[in-house]
């Protein structure tokens, strides 16, 4: 019985051993998933951050455009209106003519620049729309992640509770040992009495066979 229970206990032991290297792992793959969510987290900060960045330079682009496009009304406006003098002072006055030319090459060239604004938001706003995807996707893997981490928590929380468990069995087992061990010091001590006793009645029965052989040659 001694020699079972030992080796209940030892089997025991290394139960708990191999139940504590699990439990080391998992808390690795905890602070490994817990850094990996940082970094994930850095990098939707960043995101945001360009977003950010981006949506200010679209209100500068369309502030801009704006602004272009007032000014290409002011020209076209300017061109109509050079063109109603034109009509009345062309045979007086050739240089209001080279001026309309000029206003006229301006215009174009704002108009281009125009155009070249709004594609160039239209890209912006492609690009945007890229990041708040990756965002998103960011935002959906974090969830995951989450919820693997939640997984794990409930995992070590149900180790440690077998483990104290186990424990509470192991000092269980212990203290069975022990009461078997006194038993067994017990049983020693009374064998060991008994085995003086017989011993004595040994010595006992050797005198009184003695005596016994002494009276019959005595009786011969």
């Known amino acids: 019985m001694d020699e079972d229970y030992k080796s ?14 699990d439990v080391d792992e998992q808390r690795g793959l905890y602070n490994d998933r ?24 679209i209100q500068r682009l369309n502030h801009e455009f704006n602004m272009q496009s007032d000014r290409n009304q002011s020209l076209a406006n300017q061109k109509h209106q050079s063109e109603d003098e034109l009509h009345a002072l062309r045979e007086r006055n050739r240089e209001d003519l080279e001026e309309i030319d000029r206003l006229t090459v301006a215009n174009e060239v704002k108009n281009n620049e125009g155009n070249d604004l709004a594609s160039h938001i239209r890209t912006l706003e492609f690009e945007i729309s890229k990041a708040l995807n990756k965002v998103e996707e960011l935002n959906r893997s974090i969830d995951q992640k989450t919820f693997d981490l939640k997984n794990k928590e409930q995992q070590l929380d149900d180790a440690d509770r077998e483990i104290q468990g186990l424990k509470i069995q192991m000092s269980n087992f212990m203290n069975e040992l022990n009461h078997l ?40």
């Open 8 to 21: 209940r206990v030892d089997g025991n032991i290394r139960f708990i051993q191999t139940l504590r290297a």
């Open 34 to 57: 817990r850094k990996q969510n940082a970094e994930l987290n850095a990098e939707l900060d960043r995101q945001r951050c360009i977003i950010a960045d981006r949506n200010a330079d």
């Open 181 to 220: 061990k006194s038993l067994e010091q017990r049983y020693k001590d009374e064998n060991g009495d008994l085995q003086r006793r017989i011993d004595n009645e040994g010595c006992q029965n050797v005198e009184m066979s003695a005596a016994i052989k002494e009276l019959e040659a005595k009786i011969r």
